[in-house]
């Protein structure tokens, strides 16, 4: 009996035996044979093809069909303001002794150049927490006594918490004949002449920004869209809104590659493809998806709308509804002066390529954030009977402060390293008109969910007669800015002595003052094609810039920065010139 007992014990757990060993080689089998997933089915669906003398047609290849792959990276993140991303443009006319024109230095763009000790001394737990640092100093060239504060850009957001939106993107390629010169070459001359162009010494634009283009494509993602839009004389849809987890992006890297320039300039038909082609999704929710429009260009429209009004009114009903506009410069000719007017709109910034291997850098480091804006609108206002706002600087809304007024259209994440922002800040000149210390400061943003959001802080301004900063972001900053008004100063100078300029006289007169003063406003190139003017300086400004080096290397010591360095080179370059 004991033992039928334990007979039927076995046959109880037989089932389970039997499951067991199963499971087992189950385990086994798919270790030594993994299940491949499902093929998807990649689609080539590029369907621009070039005529004979280089303005394309809009013609539909087959669909042709290729298996392929596809691919993810610690610290707080701070903010920097909308608009430039680099001065670029004004080292590489400066290396190609050519003279810049005054918004080829815009400020922000500088500031995005370098880390800055925002000024923050607790925890911020928004979404942006501005700090404020103050500073006394003397001009280096006059010694006339200046204030300034700056406004520290802090988030709450963590990197390794922050996602991008997945993207809704059109990319915007220039295909013009402007582009066939040179990379480091002007496609006029200074009387507006066409430069005749049949092999470019060198790398031609065209070739820097399909590289770049190529480049870019490398940073979308399985769930992103993608359409590809070229225009000359018109617009032409390479590439209609496809999921790139469905497109074949090896081949249209390579179709990319393939393109060549012609025709004229048709801007607006550019911007008017790639919005109708991003209506459908202008309604998609803001808290998983960005819709946005990047624009490879040498920035020279000679069809079209070429006033800036015109541009500048799609931009803004595009931001309006959700679409933002990122403008990547090409060549050393690229019209900063058009891209400065039309960046003011809310979401929308721009980078110069100084070589394709650099953007491709760049890319690595900031596609994640130059594609996200988070702060729109934001305003300072300050309350003092004894400060008031003389200058701002680092914002692309500057022209719109008054004396109690800063503004910054649109804030970006940006990256921190030991502890400061890369172009974390925005600094204010103030002018001192009474004895009290106290500033009252009222900052309001809005979300990009429309949230309104305010926030309040008071702030001592001790009277010292001596120089003082209260941190190095501050004394990089003021540094910074003074460098950037001589600069500017230089050039505006320099144009007014070209036969007819029409340079304003005042302009010129703040240009010759001893200290450095903060620019006027340049009168403009008078057409949006970019004309080449040689490199050329003054004994005025050799006198000016050999002093201001000096300071700059001494507070360079201070400041202990040798990123610094580089600015110290173009003036070395000028003084020597």
Known sequence: MPRKKEVGKIKDLLPLIVILGLTVFTISYFQRNPV??????????????????????????????????????????GFAAGGAKDINNFRDNIENNYLPIPTDLPYEGLFYDYYFDTGQAKQCNELFCPSYSKAVTRDPLSAETEYYMTVGLNSNLKKEDFERKKLNLILVLDVSGSMSSGFSEYYYDRFGNKHRVEEPSGKSKMEAASESLAALTEHLEEGDRLGIVLFNNQAYKAKPMRLVEETDMSAIRNHIL??????????????????????????????????RIIFMTDMMPNIGVRSESGLLGKMKDNADDGIYTSFVGIGVDFNTELVEAITKVDGTNYFSVHSSKQFSERMDDDFEYMVTPLVFDLTLELDSDSYRIKKVYGSTAADEATGEIMKVNTLFPSRKQDGETKGGIVLLQLEKI????????????????????????????EIRESEYFENLGIRKAVLLTRYADLMKNWIIYERSQIPDSDVPIDAVRTAEMEGIEPPWIFPGLGRWERQSKPLTISELYIEKIQLFKEHFEQEMDTIDDNTLEQEVDIMEKLAGY
């Open 36 to 77: 491949k997933p499902p093929y998807i089915e990649k689609v080539d669906d590029w369907q621009y093809t070039p005529t004979s003398d280089g303005i394309g047609n809009y013609s539909p290849l087959g669909i042709h069909q290729k298996i392929t792959g596809v691919a993810a990276p610690e610290s707080d993140l």
């Open 258 to 291: 393939e393109i060549e320039a012609g025709g004229g300039t048709n801007m607006a038909a550019g911007m008017d493809m790639a919005t109708q082609m991003l209506q459908e999704y202008k309604n998609a929710d803001k808290s998983k998806y960005e819709n």
């Open 434 to 461: 009474g004895d009290d210390s106290d500033l009252d400061l009222t900052v309001t943003y809005e979300t990009r969910e429309g949230e309104v959001r305010t926030s309040s802080s008071s702030v001592e301004f």
